[in-house]
């Protein structure tokens, strides 16, 4: 990946950083080990400001003396002594292995902190906001793209949070000044544009570490083909979206205390910068949670498109969605009543759909349906979802939550794919082939439940609405997706490049810094260890749209074309 853009660098001459947030670009010294070297005294650890401003030339007839080996995950030491007046020059060897990595001190601002190695303190610490330094350092061959500067830095996402994982998510924002009150944005990838707010990644489920980015990237492709489709016409808005509305990043070695903690990704964070949102009172982003539940512990289904939402303008929140952007946040009230406007019409269409009807009233449901929705539905986007989910297997994770609603004039809503790690044969809790203490079978059913338009959404009536009252443009777009962005071997060509571009001695020091990861165990209900690695996600990937292929082009496809004729 090409990294790119302006940042505040790191001055690295000596042991002793300099830290600042200067913005401009300084280059370390070159590591030489030639027997004689002269040099200015303004680069010596020892010399005196008067002496900098000297003459005087050091001679090293010696050359570097080696003090400390660099490994993959650990700088070296070595230094130098000067023939003439004795004094000492230290300098950083750089690690064996090069790649980006990120460095926080948070120990230097808060030195009671736990070490980050003592994973039952570290895992349990409040992050709300702390203040920390922050360093970043990209490749050899890229250092103009540097920062340092400091960030605010939280753990972020629900499941990061409190489940007892070893590794967090964390949002970071970065800031020029310690008192935080001045933004660093930064453009570390061209197509990103200046920010100043990103997620840390862990990954910790996905050992891999390729499912959340390289899926979000599949998606990207999904959404940007539309733009030469035959069958649908250009999102709306689309060009002003960072990656099509879908989360990029790249891998970073994580460092705490300059100790190496493990393998995170740098992501792009959901906000509104994401899509393109203006300072606009009808542009929106709500996000369904779906796992909220009611007094009686059962679940809301507004997400699934079969109940109103009831909303708090207070909290911006109700029934299982979550307000991500609104311009005026004193009144959202209106983004609930958009969203449900098209709530109810699935409700009072495909939600009063029964087999025993007439053909008459099947058919006069699906007219208002097909003739309403527009007003309401981005039914292209919803159709490309729709066929992303069921070639990345992402049902119900990615149905009635982890789904990203987008408005921008206040009516029409779009899908936008999130948090794809349980993807590709992969549950929430990291194990593999299992889902809802059930063994995943789709050939016969097993993960897939009885019937096609109905129960394999897995919730989401919406969905299921689309595969039947728009099931023959389904078909047609589904076919033409496969041979592009569904198609193996752009999604083999995707993960192949993402997993194959770490270090398989990183992905070695995963297993042995965190033998608890899910991937280390064996299922309880298989009874296999939860292996995933690009062996296992390719074959899955290869089986499954095998499959689809069958699904959409087959009787079941058929049965939902003629479905209003018979």
């Known amino acids: ?243 099509n509305g879908a989360v990029d990043g790249f891998p970073v070695m994580l460092y705490f205390n300059n100790e190496y903690f493990g393998l995170y990704t740098f992501n792009i964070p959901k906000d509104n910068r994401l899509f393109g949102n203006k300072n606009s009172n009808t542009q929106a982003l709500l996000f369904s949670e779906g796992t909220a539940k009611k007094e009686d512990g059962s679940l809301y289904q507004s997400t699934g498109f079969k109940e109103l939402i009831n909303w708090d303008n207070t909290s911006m929140a109700g029934s299982g969605w979550e307000l991500e952007y609104v311009y005026d946040e004193t009144n959202t009230t209106w983004v609930a009543d958009s969203m449900n406007n098209a709530i109810s019409l699935v409700m009072n269409t495909y939600g009063k759909l029964k087999d025993s009807m007439t053909i008459d009233e099947k058919q006069n449901l699906k007219n208002r349906f097909v003739t309403e929705a527009p007003n309401y539905l981005d039914i292209d986007g919803i159709i490309d979802y729709m066929i992303f989910l069921h070639c990345i297997q992402g049902f119900p994770d990615n149905s009635t939550k982890n789904v990203i609603w987008s408005t921008y004039d206040g009516k029409v809503w779009s899908p936008n794919a999130y948090d794809l790690d349980t993807t590709w044969n992969m549950s929430w809790d990291g194990q593999i082939g299992v889902f809802e203490n059930k063994v995943i079978d789709y050939r016969t059913g097993g993960f897939w439940m009885d019937g096609w338009y109905r129960a394999n959404l897995r919730g989401n009536a919406l969905f299921e609405a689309i595969l039947l009252f728009y099931a023959k443009q389904a078909q047609n777009r589904f076919n033409e997706l496969r041979k592009g962005p569904l198609s193996y071997d752009n999604i083999s060509n995707k993960f192949t490049s993402f997993i194959n571009g770490i270090p398989q001695e990183i992905y070695d020091r995963e297993v042995t810094d965190y033998p608890t990861r899910p991937s280390e165990q064996v299922s309880s209900i298989t009874g296999k260890k939860n292996t995933t690695n690009l062996d296992q996600i390719l074959s899955f990937a290869n089986n499954l749209l095998e499959f689809m292929d069958e699904e959409y082009n087959g009787p079941k496809m058929s049965y939902n074309i003629n479905y209003f004729n018979v």
């Not at 002496?51 to 660099?70: F, M, P, Q």
């Open 1 to 243: 990946m090409k990294i790119n853009g302006l940042f505040c660098l790191m001055i690295s001459m000596t042991m002793l950083f300099t830290f600042s947030c200067s913005g401009k670009n300084n280059k370390k010294t070159s590591f030489d080990s030639s027997s004689v070297e002269s040099v200015s005294s303004n680069i010596s650890a020892t010399t005196s400001s008067e002496e900098s401003l000297s003459s005087h030339i050091h001679t090293y007839s010696k050359g570097w003396i080696e003090d400390k080996n660099a490994t993959s995950f650990e700088k070296g030491l070595h230094h130098r002594i000067c023939d003439d007046c004795g004094e000492t020059q230290y300098e950083d060897i750089y690690y064996t292995l090069d790649f980006p990595r990120i460095y926080i001190n948070y120990q230097d601002f808060y030195p009671s902190a736990p070490d980050a190695k003592d994973y039952e303190e570290f895992m349990n610490w409040t992050w709300d906001y702390l203040t920390v330094p922050i360093r970043y350092e990209g490749f050899l061959n890229d250092k103009s793209h540097d920062f340092e500067c400091f960030a605010q830095m939280k753990t972020q996402g629900g499941t990061s949070k409190n489940a007892n994982y070893l590794k967090k998510n964390y949002t970071i924002k970065l800031f020029e000044d310690r008192d935080c009150l001045i933004k660093n944005k930064i453009s570390i990838v061209d197509s990103w544009g200046n920010q100043s707010k990103y997620v840390l990644k862990a990954n910790w489920i996905d050992i891999t570490s390729a499912r959340n980015l390289v899926t979000a990237s599949i998606w990207s492709d999904v959404v940007e083909s539309r733009k030469t489709s035959k069958f649908v016409g250009p999102r709306y808005n689309v060009d002003l979206m960072v990656n």
